[in-house]
């Protein structure tokens, strides 16, 4: 008996060739206007755990989106910028053409067993399967995802009712369940719909610019948690001039903190 | 009559050549080995916003930092990796020798009117000179600031006497005075002594792996921001396997958000 792959391992598949690693935009994570952020973030990331030299796990991701992808082929261009003992420091452009359409950089280190004590716990909320599953639709990388809201669900009435608060909380999981690893993870870290809808109720254009990821699992943790839920969250922080930013956390269903993001994305009006 | 440059100026001075900038660590901004990771962070968004090719002010600022500068040279490298028409992203290197000590990407943009309305609001404090200074000794750049610390002040008795909470939060301003600009802005974005120090009141080797700002500021706010002080905090939210993280905001003391800003340290043990 064969087994069609997830469609997640189908879009970060990348063929290497001469230290670049070629990749195309997924229909099955197609956003309003190219690919889902967090699918082109994970294509980042794989093409660095891929890479020959690599050393230890992630630490610490950025990209930064520069273009929309337009559908089709890129290629991914990472390289050791430098290599320490127990630390790696990558830099990294994803191409489309002539055009840089993501940077990004990461820092991979081998950890070592230290003091540990979590400070962002996972907050008290039922579990998983005790809520129901959030119905989503529009576009397609939706329905990679089985989404249960405990806190700040898209607005139901789109009549500009301003909140003060954009905290939105929810379990979530890919669908089909896939094991998590770190580019999955790092998928996960984009789900949240844009905080400055949750704030106007309004509907805008809008485009995340830069990600981060911290990552506080290892992969270890990672396999443990397999293919359960994540709790995830994310809070607005400073709206204005176009742009607004957010801070968010992920914890695995037995409450560790997996990794915590933030992201800035701009806003037409 | 004649005035000495300012510190910090004199930090900040580069000398363009064909693209690329260069510098030197500064004796004023030392810090335990090399120079504080702000003044590095600062040095290249200097190099960035001096560059002449430069759209808009900035968004978005990662500083990756890959080895302890050694005092002395340094060669600043960045380069526009995309250009749209209202925003700019950039990568940059940090250059000693044969080594890169430092990686960055930023995002620039020209800014719009849009709707605002910041949700990381001030906490309700008593005003800057109603805080005693508080005296901090052992590196030379912490004589740089003028700081009045609010909660979470370094431990008084190294006994290892944990605490659950790594909130810090202070008053901070450039000593002598000085008028805010990004770069600046940017440099006190990375005053926090190591949370990790705090929660356990045990001292442990400690250092900034990747440092990102965002801006929510204009250059008309900072300019109006002057020599005032800022109130800043941040804290932590994941530590374990040699790395921690923290998130923090700074406003001024008109109570405005101007940036916000995230870490993860390395520590020893």
Same mark, same amino acid.
């Given at each position: 008996m064969s087994e069609a792959p997830h469609p997640f391992d189908t879009a970060i598949a990348l063929q290497a060739e001469g230290g670049a690693f070629h990749g195309s935009t997924s229909p099955a994570y197609a956003n309003m206007i190219g690919p889902y952020g967090g699918i082109t973030a994970a294509q980042a990331l794989a093409a660095i755990l891929q890479h020959p030299d690599r050393l230890g796990e992630p630490i610490a991701f950025t990209i930064n989106f520069a273009a929309a992808l337009a559908d089709g082929a890129f290629e991914i261009r990472p390289r050791a910028a430098r290599t320490n003992r127990s630390t790696?420091?990558?830099?990294?452009?994803?191409?489309?053409?002539?055009?840089?359409? $993501? &940077?990004? !950089?990461?820092?991979?280190?081998?950890?070592?067993e230290t003091w540990s004590g979590h400070e962002a716990e996972m907050p008290e909320v039922?579990?998983?399967?005790?809520?129901?599953?959030?119905?989503?639709r529009g576009v397609e990388w939706l329905n990679r995802y089985?989404?249960?809201?405990?806190?700040?669900?898209i607005p139901r009435d789109w009549k500009g009712q301003e909140t003060d608060d954009s905290l939105t909380r929810l379990w979530v999981r890919d669908d089909p369940p896939r094991p998590l690893d770190f580019a999955s993870l790092t998928a996960a870290a984009d789900v949240f719909f844009p905080r400055v809808w949750l704030r106007r $109720? &309004?509907? !805008?254009?809008i485009g995340t610019v830069?990600?981060?990821v911290y990552f506080h699992a290892t992969s270890e943790q990672l396999q443990a948690t397999g293919d359960g839920w994540l709790l995830v969250q994310a809070k607005g922080q400073g709206f204005g001039g176009g742009y607004f930013d957010?801070?968010?956390?992920?914890w695995n269903e037995a409450g560790e903190l997996l990794a915590t993001t933030h992201q800035v994305v701009y806003f037409k009006e």
């Open positions: 790696q420091h990558w830099t990294l452009e994803i191409v489309q053409g002539d055009g840089v359409v $993501a &940077t990004a !950089t990461a820092v991979t280190a081998t950890r070592r039922p579990r998983p399967l005790d809520v129901p599953r959030t119905p989503r089985d989404m249960r809201f405990l806190a700040g669900f $109720a &309004t509907f !805008t254009p830069s990600m981060s957010h801070s968010g956390q992920l």
